[in-house]
């Protein structure tokens, strides 16, 4: 059965940095979605991408943020300079057409 | 007016037992509720999802009841098994936007 994936599963990086996570939605889905978790607290919405561009985004999603869709594959959340605060659980997911949302299994990242 | 409550946030109970989870919302604006399913080192997995336009659905040993006047929905897990540890959302949606809201989350043990 197709799934997400994404990696690394775990990336640590110093206060300041920049990251880039990366996803894989399933192949013939068109909606693609970051979300994170800061331990312990709900799963909350980042953004949405629809048709090579932003079809929505929360207030968490600042200037810090950004996404792309390189080729026709990846999904890839950057966040330019790392915070303390970024530390979280960030989960992609795909969805085709209809509600369900398809999540990957996460890339768990540290800010220290 | 975007949350989603849900409780407990933990929950112990005996193979063979029924397991309730409870979520309560405040916007009437949200039109499809599902609830995700997630095992410790994967993403949420979409369990069973309901309309407000019905009052309960079941697809084997879980049901979801929905009180539309209340506000208020409910996952029913029959018969618990162990292998049904895990942690359960609840979400909503809101037709015509793009993201999921999501509930806390409630950690399940069912002990053999």
């Known amino acids: 059965e197709p799934e997400v994936t994404q990696t690394p599963s775990h990336q640590v990086t110093q206060m300041g940095q920049e990251v880039i996570l990366r996803c894989v939605p399933i192949?013939?889905?068109?909606?693609f979605y970051w979300y994170r978790q800061i331990l312990g607290q709900k799963v909350e919405f980042l953004v949405s991408?629809?048709?090579?561009?932003?079809?929505?985004k929360s207030e968490i999603f600042d200037d810090q943020f950004s996404v792309e869709r390189p080729d026709g594959s990846n999904f890839t959340l950057k966040i330019r300079s790392t915070k303390l605060e970024d530390s979280a659980m960030y989960f992609c997911?795909?969805?085709?057409?209809?509600?369900?949302?398809?999540f990957g299994p996460g890339t768990r990242l540290t800010v220290l | 007016q975007q949350q989603v409550k849900q409780s407990p946030q933990s929950l112990i109970v005996q193979k063979g037992g029924i397991s309730i989870i409870n979520c309560a919302y405040e916007?009437?604006?949200?039109?499809?509720f599902p609830w995700y399913q997630q095992f410790p080192g994967k993403g949420p997995a979409l369990l069973i999802a309901?309309?407000?336009?019905?009052s309960e659905k079941k697809e084997g040993r879980f049901t979801i009841s929905f009180n539309k006047s209340a506000k208020q929905f409910s996952l029913h897990i029959m018969d618990s098994q162990p292998g049904d540890s895990a942690t359960y959302f609840c979400?909503?949606?809101?037709?015509?936007?793009?993201?999921?809201?999501f509930g806390k989350g409630m950690k399940l043990t069912v002990n053999p």
């Open positions: 997911a795909s969805r085709r057409t209809g509600n369900e949302q398809f």
């Open positions: 192949s013939n889905h068109l909606y």
């Open positions: 991408f629809y048709n090579n561009e932003i079809s929505e």
């Open positions: 916007n009437t604006a949200f039109d499809y």
């Open positions: 309901i309309r407000p336009d019905v």
């Open positions: 979400a909503a949606y809101q037709g015509g936007s793009e993201k999921l809201v």
